[in-house]
Nanobody
Framework: VQLQASGGGLVQPGSSLRLSCAASGATLAQYAVGWFRQAPGTEREGISCTSSHDGNTYYADFVKGRFAVTGDNAKNTVYLQMNNLEFEDTAVYYC??????????????????WGQGTEVTVSS
């Protein structure tokens, strides 16, 4: 399974970005798909988990309704729409896949495949 994350960039506070996670070698709809980020000097933190079991997406508390995950099965791609970006959102963003399709303990458990990351910088 190969994951290609893209869509990062330099934006101003309050802006929006849509990140993409394109997969090859596996059908994303059959797996749990997660988004994570890691800011400089910090540990990686989970943003969301989309379950293939129930179709729901679970978000970390800090998202506060600003981020939303969507998918395009035809393109085998998952998107992370990020709105009202803040300085604190500056990080490298990663998508990941778990062969376990559920999202239980998604923020702490092992994920099996990772994309290479795309950098998001929020700066004025």
């Amino acid at each position: 399974v190969q994951l290609q994350a893209s869509g990062g960039g330099l934006v101003q506070p309050g802006s929006s970005l849509r990140l993409s996670c394109a997969a090859s070698g596996a059908t994303l709809a059959q797996y749990a798909v997660g988004w994570f980020r890691q800011a400089p000097g910090t540990e990686r933190e989970g943003i969301s988990c989309t379950s293939s079991h129930d179709g729901n997406t679970y978000y970390a508390d800090f998202v506060k309704g600003r981020f939303a995950v969507t998918g395009d099965n035809a393109k085998n791609t998952v998107y992370l729409q990020m709105n009202n970006l803040e300085f604190e959102d500056t990080a490298v963003y990663y998508c990941a896949v778990s062969v376990f399709g559920y999202c239980s303990a998604w923020q702490s458990r092992q994920w099996h495949y990772w994309g290479q990351g795309t950098e998001v910088t929020v700066s004025s």
